[in-house]
């Protein structure tokens, strides 16, 4: 006979407010198997868990059902205390009377009308606990991190720091990522090539860190202290290990109109290149849609000139798995497309930019050497126009609804740069809002106002057309309650910003959930920040939702301390809540197998022996280790045979009989 | 506090044109995409505002609402949704509904026609001038 007590916690009054605790206490006394009902201020208090143990030890309890607060928060807490006075951890049951049922009544009667409907569901299921014993799985002390921009080489280079191995995977021929292709950084104005490059040429020098450049994450399988990651390293069509990234081939290649990427499409490239000057690795890669010899089999100039034979036009795709302890998403961005936003002139003339565009426009290694000229006619242009949000806060279905965070602070540097570098240039800026949330970024923003002279406009531009070699801009000026049409050179479109599109295959990859707009969702949004609810899987820069440089290198660095904290560890304990297969019960159906997301079931031929049964039949059997305890598996067994461990078909049912009595 | 008869004004605008206020940022690109701006006293994105602070004795006592061109640019371009122009037309409305308040009957367009004129122009006036 189960004995079983009950322990109603006020919460201070975030319960005991809407919740009168002293008649639940009572109304559980008559419960049958409720041996001892009290109720306490504080439960999860140093006081409030002695007085756990001491019950559990003075009335002899085989079961303990706490009322608190969500399990998500102290469920482990009264576990712990449980197991300290000698009760096994699962034999404690909490009845969730905060989250769902105190913080959402007002009337006292209902609030606690249900709190003891609560509270006897959960003792009707504590009677049918079972003790379970976690087992333990070993940690694989590797780390991948898929995506080589800032946010992933700062946490390779924080991984590699306390001695673990790890990998990074860029789909593009060098990392960098982002970073790379700005000018300058706001608020200190640092180049960022120069702060950036020391970083990638640590990561290149790292001898635990291996970068896979070019490559693209294929599969995932196993879980957390034990992936198995599949890789495709795509064909360069040049030997790593050969080419010293001389150049000549680049010199020589007769295919030269390929878009330059790196320069955002601005200028153009030869079929065999390399990124940019201080690309990493320092290796050319050919572009198969581009190059002459792989197209029609005419060419072989860079072979020819290759003076170190690291030309092979043979090269295939290479396809290998390895095995990681924990994986770091840090695919980061893009600036949205501006097909929905014609009103700009975005198609229709080359002067309107984006302000990726215009960041290398200004960059000394740019399409332009970093001459400000206008894309169209190479002219120094005098009127500049900058929009901001452009597709940002924007609910409309065309652009995007979240505040792209970046685009205020980006947009002040680039009038503040231009009017420093070119005083003869006037720069008009329309805003909806300044936004400057940061360490000396209101400062920055003012100094484009005060000291540069930068015109802010409060508005918004209606439209911008081409007229003879000028762009008319069309917009308001709400504080002068004037409706402007400026003549400009050029305009500067500061595009929203949206995560890498290939972020969502991956999320499906890493069963790590995303939101509507497919940034990935964090474990908890305050204190689980760099964390995926996937165990193992952990969170770094843009892909999470949009920052800055210094926030991203923060969130790299603490999704490496999370990373190392995993690896530290030799064994992983895990959660003896798992699916389990009545093997007399199952018909062999292997719909089990279909709807696990972790690949968590097999089916094995076994002699079954049972009352009146002895053959060899088809089962299911669960991989203890792998089986994370969703329970989809015991939803789709058309024949009942699996069940989860600690949450059972019967529980579930006990407890719906208790609430329905 | 509204007065009791500019909130039943502000409840009836808000009835026939089916428009959330709330949903306006005060980005003002309503106002900088109207090309009758100048001929307006009251811009696109104030027909917002004033209907939001129940402000709509004067936009029915003002022309604005028949400058308007109808052209839909504001209500097509806001970022969120907001459409200007359908509350530019209840103002209208309002005002046309009232008795004798037609300015155009059916039977007079046959007079007015002109080969020039686009089919278009002929639906926009009757639902600018009669209800």
Redesign the interface.
Known sequence: MQRIGVFVCWCGSNIAGPVDVERVAEAMKSVPGVVHSTTYQYMCSEVGQSRIMEAIKEHQLTGVVVCSCSPRMHENTFRKTAQRAGLNPYMVEIANIREQCSWIHKDKEVGTQKAIVLAKAAVAKVMLNTPLQAGTSPVIKRALVIGGGIAGIQTALDIADAGYEVDIVEKSPTIGGRMAQLDKTFPTLDCSACILTPKMVDAAQNEKIDIISYAQVEKVSGFVGNFTVTIRKKARFVDELKCTGCGACMEKCPSKKGKNEFNMGLNNRTAIYIPFAQAIPNVAVIDPEQCLKLKTGKCGLCERVCSAGAINYKQEDEVFERQYGAIVAATGFKPIDLDAFD?YGYSQSKDVVTSLEFERIMNAAGPTGGQLVRPSDGKHPHEIVFIQ?VGS???????KPYCSKICCMYTAKHAMLVRDKYPDVNVHVFY?DVRTPGKNFDEFYRRAVEQYGVDYI??????VFPEGDKLIV???D?INGK?LALQADMVVLAAAIEPDPSARKLATMLTASMDTNDFFTEAHPKLRPVESPTAGVFLSGVCQGPKDIPETVAQAGAAASKVIGLLAKDHLVTNPCVAQSNELLCNGCSQCERVCPYGAISYVEKEIRGPGVREVRRVAQVNPAVCQGCGACTVTCPSGAMDLQGFSNLQIMAEVDAICK | MLHENERDLRETILRISAVDVRKCMKCGKCSGSCPAYEQMEYHPHQFVAMVDNGDIQALLDSDASFKCLTCYACTERCPRDVRPARLVEAVRLLKIRKQGQNHLKPDAIPAKLEAELPQQAIVAALRKYSK
């Open positions: 009103e949000c806060r924007d609910t409309s279905g065309c652009g909806i409060k508005g918004m531009v209606g439209k069309q917009g308001s709400l409706q």
